[in-house]
């Protein structure tokens, strides 16, 4: 059987275009394989370029992350800046990688490519975290950075994240405008991007990692470290992973900046290492199989903490061994709710003259609303996002140009933006801020828990239940969010879930909202992304929504009340009821996570 005229076009469009002799063979053998279908699925559609830049599979193909589909990113990059600034070429782009395969390389063919157009780069000269390049890009007057970045996710994948000149993540519309520019620049280069590199140092080709790590954390340290001369004498040993990812080097620094005694490494995971070798999945949030070796190596040396980063450094996770000998691992929420008072707390010691309502605190819609009221009973103002840091981080950099004092920003995803030294989560900055407190609660004979618990008596028992269903099939979920919609095929959303009454709907994908009064939302909305919220009589807040970067089906549910056994027990029923009325997993095929 030979391929069919449409496939084999494809083919020798690819063979044409790509250079790499690895990926080339890869066609190749599927060709020779006649593989029509994976062929198919690998060349008739391209990597889709959004707000989160490139993120996909390491193999060939125009829908994978290779060489060809960031040479073709960058092309159409460079070309879409120099429509948004006269002096694009002479202020330049910082480009970052972390350490997965193929980091390094994408980042140099990035590189090359801004070059050929006589764009001043800044390319880094090792591995540094994600949060650096939000930094860095501001910083250098830069009109745009790049981080080669997969994050979290699976060894086998690789991203290309993409920061507007302000450091934050790129928004509407400026996706759609690069993505056009991509369109319009598909064929590579007449260029060597190697020997371009090579011959361009000193010149175009710029090397800036030592001067902005330096100013990097001389601004988190006059900033952000509160207690530098009490720090070294913590009475207890903080173990730390970077979960074999770029963090070591960094959080090394950040504990020196803010005069902290250096952490306990776990050894096994304290290098880079692509293959991620001692986790199922580089990522904190998956629980305790990931932070095992972590736990292990805290026991070993009687250190009641931990705290880890995600491979790119941009998120934090933190466990503290609880009085019956066993490890909490602390929920995202939980963290935020810590951070959130500590950066109160020492703003008003700092600031003691300036009011409250000059400041303000910011979290996404599916985070806890125990930071509402904390701004509620303490006087600063609360701002709620849609999800992911390009709206907390944009929403941040929009208050401080209007004038407040920006003080702390989150997601329950672990992600921690604590003052404004980047427009982006970090869990560089946020690591050494959280060890400086938990010091400070060790000093004073106290630990995380009994500050969390000191926190729910004074703003409520807010006790959330956020988790997911893997679903892997794009066509199935859309269907899971239509069926919601036209519940028992009622044409209209569910009303009661079990003997739980539903007071409000809010639909972002199709721009509903029952709640107000034009029954339009106050949040952007995008049919793009599946996410329905219902609030019930009784306060609870249940969130559904599909991942826009995994293949997963999220629900995010609290509800809140005085007595913390009761809410829990309430809650508890709830999450089985909203599971059962809406997800259905049985019905739909939906795969729990393991942990």
Partial sequence: MSLSPEVSNLVDLWLKWDANPETREEINKLVSEKNEEELRKRLSVRI?????????????????????????????????????????????????????????????LSAATFISENYVVYLCSRLVPTPFVSFATP?????????????????DDNGYKVYWETGCQIKEPHD???????????????????????????????????????AYFEEI??????????????????????????????????FAAFNLPAYVPVLKQIEPDGDFPTVAFPNPEEGKGALKLAFETADSVSSPVVIANDPDADRLAVAEKQKDGQWKIFTGNEIGALLAYWAWENFQIQHPKEPASKCVMINSTVSSKLLKSMALKEGFNYEETLTGFKWLGG???????????????????????FGTTTFDKDGVNSGAVFAEMVSQLYLKGSTIQDKLSFL??????????????????P??????FKAIRNYENSGNYPTQMGPYKVQNVRDLTVGYDSSTPDKNPILPTSKSTQMITFTFENGCVATLRGSGTEPKLKYYIELNGENRAEVEKTLDDMVVQIIESCLRPKENGLLPPKD
């Fill in 48 to 108: 889709a370029f959004g707000t989160a830049g490139l993120r996909g599979p390491m193999r060939a193909g125009f829908s994978c992350m290779n060489d060809l589909t960031v040479i073709q990113a960058s092309q159409g990059l460079s070309k879409y800046l120099l429509t948004q600034f006269p002096d694009a070429k002479e202020r330049g782009v910082v480009i970052g990688y972390d350490g997965r395969h193929h980091s390094r390389r994408f980042a140099g």
């Fill in 139 to 155: 910083h250098l007057n830069c009109v745009s950075g790049i981080m080669v970045t997969a994050s979290h996710n699976p060894k």
């Fill in 176 to 214: 759609k405008g690069i993505s056009k520019q991509i369109e319009l620049n598909l064929e590579p280069w007449k260029i060597n991007h190697d020997s371009l590199l090579q011959s361009s140092k000193g010149g175009l080709l710029r090397d800036a990692t030592d001067v902005v790590a330096k």
């Fill in 221 to 254: 340290s006059s900033r952000y470290c509160f207690h530098r001369s009490t720090n070294p004498s913590t009475p207890i040993p903080i173990t730390y992973t970077p979960m074999h990812g770029v963090g070591a080097e960094w959080v090394t620094k950040s």
């Fill in 395 to 417: 929403m941040a950099h929009q208050r401080q140009k209007e004038g407040y004092h920006v003080l702390f920003a989150f997601e329950e995803a672990i992600g921690f933006l």
């Fill in 456 to 473: 729910y008596s004074r703003y409520g028992h807010f006790v959330t239940r956020n988790r997911y269903f893997f679903c892997y099939d």
């Fill in 475 to 480: 066509v199935k979920l859309e269907a899971i």
